[in-house]
């Protein structure tokens, strides 16, 4: 089970820290992502962090967001800077054994998700 937290309203340049507690698994072991859907677009890959933390990031948000985690609390971490509009979205974390591609349709165990909005 994946329960995304710490969504909500934030002003354009401000941040925010998701935070995606995980059970039923050991996260050191997998590959886990933060994805987002805003309305009416498809879901994309945000970014993913493998066993090893090697970390890749969609070019939207690189410079900006920071994916990590807490393997001792099972936890997995989207820390949010500088704020867009566009970045208004529901985000999700998944996971999969392996990191091959972060591409949503890679992953297949998903939480429930977060909103995010920038205004």
């Known amino acids: 089970q994946l329960v995304e937290s710490g969504g909500g309203s934030v002003e354009r340049g401000g941040s925010l820290t998701l935070s995606c507690v995980a059970s039923?698994?050991?996260?050191?072991?997998?590959?886990m992502g933060w994805f987002r859907q805003a309305p009416g677009k498809e879901r994309e890959g945000v970014a993913i962090?493998?066993?090893?933390?090697?970390?890749v990031y969609a070019d939207s948000v690189k410079g900006r967001f920071t994916i990590s985690k807490d393997n001792s609390k099972n936890t997995l971490f989207l820390q949010m800077n500088s704020l867009k509009a566009e970045d208004t979205a529901m985000y999700y974390c998944?996971?999969?054994?392996?990191?091959?591609?972060?591409?949503?349709?890679?992953?297949?165990?998903w939480g429930q998700g977060t909103q995010v909005t920038v205004s």
């Open positions: 962090i493998d066993s090893d933390d090697n970390t």
């Open positions: 039923g698994y050991t996260t050191s072991n997998y590959c």
């Open positions: 998944a996971t999969r054994r392996y990191c091959t591609s972060i591409s949503p349709a890679a992953f297949g165990y």
